[in-house]
């Protein structure tokens, strides 16, 4: 190996030495463990992990493969979830590609950090950075284009099919303590839609008879919401079209682990005539509604429905009525 400037026999020596030639050693090391690394063991490791740690889930990567030197690319991946009671089907989320880099910078210092770039089936993309240190945790993601249609796990939530194209930015830090915990959400859902005309919806004090739901279309939903010192307040959450007059407020507190946070928030949604006139069918549904006792409960004063959706992130998230509780401004 020859040395393009002049040094003396002996610091040649030493140079190629203690230097060029252990560097040498530790590309081809490194290039050589890069190439051989039993990714195939790697993936089978993720499902069986997820799987243990979400009993009855499935997940399933079609294929994992190296992308530069600090991370990795799944393609194909699957995870469905067990279904919650007998009679329904189990939902599942699907991704087309997903790459995530570990930042070896921060993993110096302590903490772990992975960026990621995730591309869903059916459409629209989720980028961003995880970090997670000894004393906060920060989620950064940017959402583009996301088809609601195709995560199937709001399904349960919901209990509806429900469409729409989701974008927007998460920055949220979450700490041990909760002076340093803040951020911001800020998410729109372009041409929300609820109910396909086939799906049915039990209603409270009516278990076991459905009704079929039409399509309903909810317009553009944007929801905005400030975090500081532990507390997220929803300074926006509306949504209007000739169908529905949606609002909502409420709090979400944040804490470290994430499943300890909860959330407590008021929806209020108006059912304009429009839609209860559609057709005999939503005619139908709104006399059922009324007749219905337990729908008492979610009616406010003024004939408008509010419920209250409540519970802690790690156990459950269920909806009650709120007819009387006042949607703060």
Known sequence: ?????????????????????????????????????????????????????????????????????????????????PAEEEGERPTALSLTTVTARVGLLDLLGGTTSVGFYAELGGGGTIEGRFSDGETSTQVQAHLVDVALQRIGPLRRYVQLPIAGTLSGDVDVTIADEAANTEGQVTLTIAGLSVGDGRARLEIPGMRGTGITVEQLNAGDLNLRMQIERGVGRVQQLTSSSDDLELRGAGTVRLLRPLRMSNVDVILRFEIKPPYRERNDRTRAIFTMVDMAPDVRAYRAPDGAFQLRVAGSFGSSIRASGAGNASLAQ
């Open 1 to 81: 190996m020859n040395l393009p400037f002049n040094l003396s026999e002996r610091a040649k020596t030493n140079l190629r030495r203690f230097v060029l030639y252990p560097l040498w050693f530790l590309f081809c090391f490194v290039t050589f463990a890069y190439c051989t690394f039993p990714y195939d063991r790697v993936r089978d490791r993720i499902e069986d992990e997820v799987e243990r740690a979400m009993p009855g889930a499935d997940l399933e990567i079609v294929g994992l493969s190296p992308s530069w030197i600090t991370g990795v690319e799944l393609t194909g991946v699957s995870l469905t979830l």
